[in-house]
């Protein structure tokens, strides 16, 4: 109770009257409880209730001379820094037309001259602890609102180096390196900004389906994991039993993301399209690729986008065991396999912006340090593997 009245003795209220004894009467009865403001017109009201010190209530009478006090209250209803003090209408306007006429515009009360003191200070006192809970409700919302963002923030970045830690983890046993995520990333993300305002993809690619794009990519190969060494560390060419051990990656990738998936009990959207990424970026336009032969629009588009980020990749990357190849051989090669390979609008599409591509591969690009670090885990896995 005591704060409630502090709050009060502090609060601050305008008396705006174009009558001085109007004006000198409301002070002498709000000034031992109240700080007061008086303002003799409607201009000047609205210059003190915008200033860096507005008033806590505002008691408006509405005959003035110019502005009248309706007009007044439009003003500060409709501008964001004044819509929320308080105005009760004190008038001798006494109609119920009026009375209805000065709530619907925004007003809290309407008290009818003359006036009585006992029954004014009341209602001043009501309104000002109603505005002191409003005001409380919204800095309490305005905070939750703040700590909901943060506490967000921060679960997605915990969310994103799991996802990648998980997608290092497969890296570290293959003979790409770390930058490969970095690279197919950036990649996919620029292939889906391209071909965002593309008829084919302009109702798939909102922006929340290329961040989702972003999260997801890295997961791409992450049924590699399941892959034996002896085929996963072999540097030349799989014979055809291996190839069909290594094609089961990508059946491998899905099952460990859904079983994830399925130990968090619900859909999760990322996870959802890191599903179809992994399962599906090996599938060709034509239907000759795996684990389903799909062709055409039956292969998800997200990964039809990732099938031309890995290959372009692949091809100018350096491994333990080859050279990468030059820019302008692989962009001929993904040229090449429009419309057999690629999905002819995404190829098209890379061709398009194939120096972004040349950009992103020189920002990650392997160093020797990072290749020769590669090379070290290699053997020392395939000494292991000897060994057992």
Known sequence: MELGLDFVEKATVLVVDDTPDNLSLMSGLLKDDYKVKVANGGEKALKIAQSDSPPDLILLDIMMPGMDGYEVCQHLKS??????????????????????????????????????PPIVMARVANHLALKASADFLRDKADYLEIEVGKRTREVMAIQDV????????????????????????FYV????????????????????????LFKSAPLHDIGKVGIPDRILLKPGKFEPEEFEIMKTHTTLGRDAIQAAEERLGMKVEFLTMAKEIAYGHQEKWDGSGYPERLAGEAIPISARLMAVADVYDALISRRVYKDGMS??????????????????????AFIEIQEEFRAIAAR???SDKDMAKKKEQLDRLAGAGDKR
């Open 79 to 116: 501008d964001p820094t004044t819509r929320d003090i308080p105005i009760i209408f004190l008038t001798a306007k006494a109609e119920v037309e009026d009375e209805k006429k000065g709530l619907e515009m925004g007003a809290v009360d309407y008290i009818t001259k003359p006036i009585s």
């Open 162 to 185: 799991t996802i990648l830690a998980m997608a290092s983890l497969a890296e570290t046993r293959d003979s790409d390196t770390g930058n490969h995520i970095r690279r197919t990333q």
């Open 189 to 212: 993300k620029a292939l889906a900004e391209k071909l965002k305002m593309h008829p084919r993809f302009a109702a798939y690619l909102t922006e929340q389906t290329i961040a989702t």
């Open 327 to 348: 820019h302008e051989k692989a962009v001929d090669i993904i040229a090449a396999s429009n419309g057999t390979h690629f999905d002819p609008d995404i190829a098209e």
């Open 364 to 366: 990650y690009a392997d």
